[in-house]
T-cell receptor, first 109, second 112 residues
């Protein structure tokens, strides 16, 4: 079992819709949770992090964490074509850092 | 501009040759990392350093070595390159181990 699991997609949503990206993790000792965006041919860029159960909002992005279910998600509201990228979930237990393989998102104009 | 600089941007290398990928950060981050990214396999940790003077092995360390003589620099060396080392290599850093990463722009390496 991988430490971090993501649906590889591709996920396609129309412009203006809500994109929902999901991630599960196996280590119950995980403390910090991150979402990275990676455009094709570019390096990953940190867009959200969350430490506590519940929701964290930053502009059009909302990260949701449920430690009991070992589940973290990223919602993108009012999706734009510029949001088309691969989204990487990452989880840290304070010592080890694990990346998922990413979900490819395409926003259709 | 604060961040991580990697060099070269891309390289074609003959098998058996020695190659050093350079990585420099100016954020005074304690921890630094080298990852390779391959299609379908995601990011895999090669080596890491929690602080200057210390290094550790990641998931796929064979064929690679690193050093951390100071806080800023973390070079990755391929002693004798093989075609399976064809990949995109990312250097990253964080304030401390377990924190959010900042990535360099990557080095695309092709071993022929």
């Amino acid at each position: 079992q991988k430490e971090v699991e993501q649906n590889s997609g591709p996920l396609s949503v129309p412009e203006g819709a809500i994109a929902s990206l999901n991630c599960t993790y196996s280590d119950r000792g995980s403390q910090s949770f991150f979402w990275y965006r990676q455009y094709s041919g570019k390096s990953p860029e940190l867009i959200m992090f969350i430490y506590s159960n519940g929701d964290k909002e930053d502009g059009r992005f909302t990260a949701q964490l449920n430690k009991a279910s070992q589940y973290v998600s990223l919602l993108i509201r009012d999706s734009q074509p510029s949001d088309s990228a691969t989204y990487l979930c990452a989880v840290s237990n304070g010592n080890q850092f694990y990346f998922g393989t990413g979900t490819s998102l395409t926003v259709i104009p | 501009i604060a961040g991580i600089t990697q060099a070269p941007t891309s390289q074609i290398l003959a098998a058996g040759r020695r190659m050093t990928l350079r990585c420099t950060q100016d954020m005074r981050h304690n921890a630094m990392y080298w990852y390779r990214q391959d299609l379908g396999l995601g990011l895999r940790l090669i080596h890491y350093s929690n602080t200057a003077g210390t290094t550790g092995k990641g998931e796929v360390p064979d064929g690679y070595s690193v050093s951390r003589a100071n806080t800023d620099d973390f070079p990755l060396t391929l002693a004798s390159a093989v075609p399976s080392q064809t990949s995109v290599y990312f250097c990253a850093s964080s304030v401390d181990r377990g924190g959010g990463y900042t990535f360099g722009s990557g080095t695309r390496l092709t071993v022929v």
